[in-house]
């Protein structure tokens, strides 16, 4: 199990170098796998593993499923 300040600490690694124009896609613990998706200008969606599991490209997929199942047309966010 990931501790929730990891998991934030990480997302705020996530968001500080969006700001500064920088990609963090995906990380990885020695418990846990994490990716990020961005669609838009507005959506942000976070995805865990436990490790070993779901890494990199699966985990990516994963995150595509929960976009479609979150909006209607997720051709807008390509």
Avoid: C, M
Avoid at 57 to 77: C, E, F, H, K
């Amino acid at each position: 199990q990931l501790p929730f300040s990891l998991v934030g600490a990480l997302h705020g690694v996530h968001l500080f170098g969006a700001a500064a124009g920088a990609e963090l896609r995906e990380a990885a613990t020695p418990t846990a796998h994490l990716a990020w998706a961005r669609y838009g200008n507005s959506l942000t969606l976070v995805a865990l593993s436990p490790s070993p599991g779901p890494a990199g490209p699966a985990l990516a997929r994963i995150l595509q499923s929960a976009l479609g199942a979150l909006v209607r047309d997720t051709n807008q966010y390509k």
